[in-house]
């Protein structure tokens, strides 16, 4: 079983940019779906942005235009981008495949 490791968290202010990554501990070709989640404190894990084996992507309205999650099949390292970061993106950020175990992520903070 594929296991991730997430990194690329920190402080940031208002409107600035991160980009989290996730090494695999193995091959990512075969995994079809690669997905971030993320969990702000006294919430739900919530889905953030997704990525197909293929390319196709989906995020939460929240991120849209803002957010881009994309992967690397010879790194197998899944990314995501984050840009022009709100005060409500701060949280846990994780990545994920179906039938995973939870990684401990990585903290993203924004903050002035």
């Known amino acids: 079983q594929v296991q991730f490791v997430e990194s690329g968290g920190g402080l940031v202010q208002p409107g600035g940019s991160l980009r989290l990554s996730c090494a695999a501990s193995g091959s990512i070709d075969s995994i079809y779906v690669m997905t971030w989640y993320r969990q702000a404190p006294g919430s739900q894990r919530e889905l953030v942005a997704m990525?197909?084996?293929?390319?196709?992507?989906n995020y939460a309205d929240s991120v849209k235009g803002r957010f881009t999650i994309s992967r690397d099949s010879v790194k197998n390292t899944v990314y995501l981008q984050m840009n022009n970061l709100k005060f409500e993106d701060t949280a846990v950020y994780y990545c994920h495949s179906s039938g995973s175990t939870w990684g401990r992520g990585t903290q993203v903070i924004v903050s002035s």
């Open positions: 990525i197909t084996s293929i390319g196709t992507t």
